[in-house]
T-cell receptor
Framework: EAGVTQSPTHLIKTRGQQATLRCSPISGHTSVYWYQQALGLGLQFLLWYDEGEERNRGNFPPRFSGRQFPNYSSELNVHALELEDSALYLC???????????FGSGTRLTVV | AQSVSQHNHHVILSEAASLELGCNYSYGGTVNLFWYVQYPGQHLQLLLKYFSGDPLVKGIKGFEAEFIKSKFSFNLRKPSVQWSDTAEYFCAVRGNNRLAFGKGNQVVVIP
């Protein structure tokens, strides 16, 4: 069984640009979660999508947005990038929200 | 919203020593509890989880955790660590449809 896959592995952007990160969940998993792992801050919850709808959102500004497609894959968009957005962005999936999550390897976003 | 506290962010110990990592959470409702591990250069992996039943949970690689509801704690233990247990360990609490993580414990096991 393929795990959660994320692309790209690394992404370098300049301040003010937009970044698009992608996630494919495990087959059969309908929920996708996005987390930001910044140095020294642990994992911060960003967004939760289930059945194509945004279900919950963490304490991040509106320039962090995303969507979930009919095949349950998901996209995270970060607009107007700032230097402090540099972090590892992790995607996780689960069959339903009550179960534990399976994480992908992440996208390392660097804003210069 | 729930919050998770992990103490002693950096832990250094020798092989065969016992390990205990503390995790305390704040949330008034029903919770599901998890410990995840992130080995160097690898992605987060689930060590163990607690949903209900026996509060002493056994996970992979000899780890166990005990849920003490009155103390809002879910401490992770391993009686005898190995060099390969060098990793970062995260406690997580799911409540209100959100999985919140602690800031992690960086554990280094010296051979």
């Amino acid at each position: 069984e393929a795990g959660v896959t994320q692309s790209p592995t690394h992404l370098i952007k300049t301040r003010g640009q937009q970044a698009t990160l992608r996630c494919s969940p495990i087959s059969g998993h309908t929920s996708v979660y996005w987390y930001q792992q910044a140095l020294g801050l642990g994992l911060q919850f960003l967004l939760w999508y289930d059945e194509g709808e945004e279900r919950n959102r963490g304490n991040f500004p509106p320039r962090f947005s995303g969507r979930q497609f009919p095949n349950y894959s998901s996209e995270l968009n970060v607009h107007a990038l700032e230097l402090e957005d540099s972090a590892l962005y992790l995607c996780a999936s689960s069959p339903e929200s009550v179960y534990g999550y399976t994480f992908g390897s992440g996208t390392r976003l660097t804003v210069v | 919203a729930q919050s998770v506290s992990q103490h002693n962010h950096h832990v250094i110990l020798s092989e065969a020593a016992s390990l205990e990592l503390g995790c305390n959470y704040s949330y008034g409702g029903t919770v599901n509890l998890f410990w995840y591990v992130q080995y160097p250069g690898q992605h987060l992996q689930l060590l163990l989880k607690y949903f209900s039943g026996d509060p002493l949970v056994k996970g992979i690689k000899g780890f166990e955790a005990e849920f003490i509801k009155s103390k809002f704690s879910f401490n992770l233990r391993k009686p005898s660590v190995q060099w390969s247990d060098t990793a970062e360990y995260f406690c997580a609490v799911r409540g209100n449809n959100r999985l919140a993580f602690g800031k992690g414990n960086q554990v280094v096991v010296i051979p």
